[in-house]
């Protein structure tokens, strides 16, 4: 019993998920939602470490969930960070501030009056939102579609 134990601490401690984010799983659920996609990589072409890239674009409340498959952990986690740097010029407006990190997992979430933004980082992908708020909602039924914690 004690070695269960000790291995259950371990994994939690250890930031270990069975979960991974996978962009074939966000393109399916997205389309189910009823999300345009757009995998179109302008944006970040000129980034070799953007492996691939799709936009979820709600063509009726004109808004758009971003996800980014980079080169490996480490460029996702830079990635997290430049993104929260500027997330964080709207840090002291907040209505809702969640932030978890984790060695292959890291969340930041924040909520004004007028946005929603949220990073989602785990291992070498990341999900970028920074829109209006008032399509809070819908973004948070396709992240609880695709499992993720927010």
Same mark, same amino acid.
């Given at each position: 019993?004690?070695?269960?134990?000790?291995?259950?601490t371990?994994?939690?401690?250890?930031?270990?998920?069975?979960?991974?984010?996978?962009?074939?799983?966000?393109?399916?659920?997205?389309? @189910?939602?009823?999300? +345009?996609?757009?995998? &179109? #990589?302008?944006?970040?072409? %000129?980034?070799?470490?953007?492996?691939?890239?799709? *936009?979820?674009?709600n063509?009726?409340?004109?808004?758009?969930?971003?996800?980014?498959?980079?080169?490996?952990?480490?460029?996702?986690?830079?990635?997290?960070?430049?993104?929260?740097?500027?997330?964080?010029?709207?840090? @002291?407006?907040?209505? +809702?501030?969640?932030? &978890? #990190?984790?060695?292959?997992? %890291?969340?930041?979430?924040?909520?004004?009056?007028? *946005?929603?933004?949220?990073?989602?980082?785990?291992?070498?992908?990341?999900?970028?939102?920074?829109?209006?708020?008032?399509?809070?909602?819908?973004?948070?039924?396709?992240?609880?579609?695709?499992?993720l914690?927010?």
């Amino acid at each position: 019993m004690r070695k269960i134990l000790i291995i259950v601490t371990i994994l939690i401690l250890s930031g270990c998920t069975n979960y991974h984010l996978n962009i074939d799983e966000f393109r399916k659920t997205s389309l @189910n939602e009823g999300y +345009y996609l757009d995998n &179109e #990589n302008r944006e970040y072409k %000129n980034y070799d470490y953007v492996q691939d890239i799709c *936009y979820a674009y709600n063509r009726e409340k004109d808004y758009l969930v971003q996800f980014i498959k980079l080169k490996d952990d480490d460029y996702a986690y830079r990635f997290f960070l430049t993104n929260q740097d500027a997330f964080n010029q709207e840090k @002291n407006k907040y209505t +809702y501030f969640k932030e &978890e #990190n984790t060695s292959n997992y %890291n969340l930041y979430h924040i909520e004004t009056e007028k *946005y929603y933004m949220l990073l989602i980082r785990m291992d070498n992908s990341v999900i970028y939102v920074n829109t209006d708020i008032e399509y809070k909602s819908d973004i948070e039924d396709l992240l609880d579609n695709l499992k993720l914690n927010y």
